[in-house]
């Protein structure tokens, strides 16, 4: 099994910035993808941005320039520094990941998610 831990949501002026955190612990053979979805209010929940263990970084368009995932081998640890934020961004931002555990299967994760609240 494998364990997402998040932080560093809070509620930021339009225009400010904020850098969440999402930490995968367990029995981790290989975590192929760590990302983030949101999920605001009356609204499905769409993916953000992902990093997989390729390099490869995918941003969902309306972020794109704004917010830039980053993510540490080592620490099985991912960061999304978001800048320029919106009222639009206000949602729960769901950590995610694909991960190779012990049992050898490929399986998705997610993590309890943490509030991001974009208001003057």
């Known amino acids: 099994q494998v364990q997402l831990v998040e932080s560093g949501g809070g509620l930021v002026q339009p225009g400010g910035s904020l850098r969440l955190s999402c930490s995968a612990s367990?029995?981790?053979?290989?975590?192929?993808?760590i990302g983030w979805y949101r999920q605001a209010p009356g609204k499905q929940r769409e993916l953000v941005a992902v990093a997989t263990n390729g390099g490869r970084l995918t941003y969902t368009d309306s972020v794109k320039g704004r917010f830039t995932i980053s993510r540490d081998n080592v620490k099985n640890t991912a960061y999304l520094q978001m800048n320029s934020l919106q009222p639009d961004d206000t949602a729960v931002y769901l950590c995610n990941a694909m991960a190779v555990t012990g049992r050898l299967t490929l399986s998705e994760y997610w993590g309890q998610g943490t509030q991001v609240t974009v208001s003057s």
């Open positions: 367990g029995t981790i053979i290989s975590l192929d993808s």
